[in-house]
């Protein structure tokens, strides 16, 4: 079946520690994007991109760093420098055209110890 | 810049009773528009999504929306709720080059 993977479900960082956020996706979507979700702030964008070995910094990029390798992996890592980590993240694929549907991964809450 | 509305941070429907959620946008062009629904700790299902044509947009679970241009509006339907549909939904409008912006969302909760 075609889909979107993340991994961890759960993870728990601790002070002063990167943490890294797996997105896998086998619907050979070129785009792919990552969005943190809070209580009552709805999904802002973090990082996406549009193909491999290129992304740009979406609306809160701050303290997050992303990678495309491969056209199906888009893992995020949530740096040190990110002082308010906990929330609720969902990676999604699209093919990049405005009128194409993204597609949801089931997502991974970051918690900080 | 784009933005979108949900004035509804809470709605609690009777089983059976109809449903209307509210999605107020703003674009300066013509926009395409998307609900999500998001059981809790689960990612995001495509419900419909409007691009051109045909204002009432069906979508899957027996939704429906309607595009109203005069009233830069969006607004979900369903006649008759279910258990089931407990749930959040998330209004979205884009392009920009694709990106979606998302409202903060309607948490849904049915009384049986």
């Known amino acids: 079946d075609g889909g979107i993977t993340q991994s961890p479900k759960y993870l728990f960082r601790k002070e002063g520690q990167n943490v890294t956020l797996s997105c896998e996706q086998n619907?050979?979507?070129?785009?792919m994007y990552w969005y943190r979700q809070d209580p009552g702030q709805g999904l802002r964008l973090i990082y996406y991109?549009?193909?491999?070995?290129?992304?740009q910094k979406g609306d809160i990029a701050e303290g997050y760093s992303v990678s495309r390798e491969k056209k199906e992996s888009f893992p995020l890592t949530v740096t040190s420098a990110q002082k308010n980590p906990t929330a609720f993240y969902l990676c999604?694929?699209?093919?990049?055209?405005?009128?194409?549907?993204?597609?949801f991964g089931p997502g991974t809450r970051l918690l900080v110890l | 810049a784009q933005s979108v509305t949900q004035p509804d941070i809470h709605i609690t429907v009777s089983e059976g009773a109809s449903l209307e959620l509210r999605c107020n946008y703003s674009?300066?062009?013509?926009?395409?528009l998307f609900w999500y629904v998001q059981s809790p700790g689960q990612g995001l299902q495509l419900l419909l999504k409007?691009?051109?044509?045909?204002?009432l947009v069906q979508g899957i679970k027996g939704f429906e929306a309607e595009f109203k241009r005069s009233q830069s509006s969006f607004n979900l339907r369903k006649p008759s709720v279910h258990w089931s549909d407990a749930a959040e939904y998330f209004c979205?409008?884009?392009?920009?080059?694709?990106?979606?912006?998302f409202g903060g969302g309607t948490r849904l909760m049915v009384k049986p």
């Open positions: 999604a694929s699209s093919i990049p055209s405005a009128q194409e549907t993204q597609y």
């Open positions: 619907l050979n979507h070129d785009a």
């Open positions: 991109s549009q193909i491999v070995n290129d992304f």
């Open positions: 674009y300066g062009a013509t926009p395409y």
């Open positions: 409007y691009f051109s044509g045909d204002t």
């Open positions: 979205a409008v884009g392009p920009a080059g694709n990106m979606l912006t």
